[in-house]
């Protein structure tokens, strides 16, 4: 409940607003107030400082593909091979997520076009266990790359991750060569594989698939890199200069090619698409 409806709803003679829909939100950057329909309208992006909220997968997909796009299954996968429990199971953590979010998992594939060219698109969801990489990330990234070969088309990867998921250990980091085999065969393929950095991207997802794009795209101020700035700046004992793992610091020393907004994203995806997967001549 914010403020507003916490003020209103101290006024003996105001009826109660019962509604669990709150009109407002707040700008984590600016601090400013937003009409919630508004920021929605805006795809979730402040109209006073243009902070890039985070979105979810479901959200992501449909302002990417054209409308009549097919959302593949998630694959199932043996879950919490290690019974691993810290201060709860990690089949607690699960059920959860779960029951927060419409996915059983963090990383959802659509498969349709964008302005009429072929592509799939993985997104990683931050919402789900903070969009991190275990069995089930790798094998539906995988999957995608499988339905991209299938179609000859395009793999568009969205990513926002905190690295790899500690519950499932090795087998999570295992995630980094399986998805880094498939990009390879995208390769020979001659398929466009695109990544596009959203806030955040870090850890073994920065090491693995978010950087082996043909083209590195980034959301305005998104926070892409592998290890935190603390623990950087206790390594080096030195101090990091302003902006550092910030899209645009990355994209000026030459780690991403381009800064997009993402009012901006689906045009430029169309795009490049017309450049490296030009339709064939009839």
């Known amino acids: 409940m914010n403020w507003f409806t916490r003020v209103r709803n101290s006024i003996g003679w105001l009826p109660k607003r019962t509604s669990d829909k709150d009109l407002w939100v707040k700008c984590p950057s600016c601090q400013e107030m937003l009409f919630e329909q508004e920021y929605t309208e805006n795809l979730q992006v402040c109209p006073r400082c243009q902070h890039h909220g985070r979105i979810g997968a479901d959200a992501r997909i449909a302002i990417t593909l054209d409308e009549g796009y097919d959302v593949l299954p998630q694959p199932e996968v043996k879950e919490d091979p290690l019974k691993f429990k810290d201060s709860k199971k990690y089949t607690d953590r699960l059920k959860q997520a779960r029951a927060k979010n419409p996915h059983r998992d963090a990383f959802t594939v659509g498969s349709g076009t964008i302005h009429g060219n072929p592509a799939v698109v993985g997104v990683q969801d931050f919402g789900?266990?903070?969009?991190?990489?275990?069995?089930?990330?790798?094998?539906?990234?995988?999957?995608?790359?499988?339905?991209?070969l299938t179609r000859k088309c395009a793999y568009i990867v969205v990513t926002a991750a905190g690295g790899a998921r500690m519950q499932e250990g090795i087998l999570s980091l295992m995630q980094m060569p399986k998805a880094t085999v498939m990009t390879r065969r995208l390769k020979e393929a001659g398929l466009p594989y695109i990544v596009v950095l959203t806030d955040p991207t870090t850890g073994g997802v920065t090491a693995s698939y978010a950087m082996l794009g043909d083209v590195q795209i980034a959301e305005p101020g998104a926070l892409i890199g592998f290890a935190g700035q603390r623990v950087i700046k206790d390594t080096i004992r030195e101090n990091l200069p302003e902006g550092f793992q910030r899209a645009e610091y990355l994209h000026k020393h030459g780690m991403v090619d381009m800064v997009v907004p993402r009012s901006e994203m689906k045009e430029t995806l169309a795009t490049l698409l017309e450049y490296l997967a030009p339709k064939k001549a009839a």
């Open 128 to 148: 789900f266990m903070g969009g991190s990489m275990g069995m089930a990330v790798g094998t539906a990234f995988c999957a995608g790359a499988e339905r991209a």
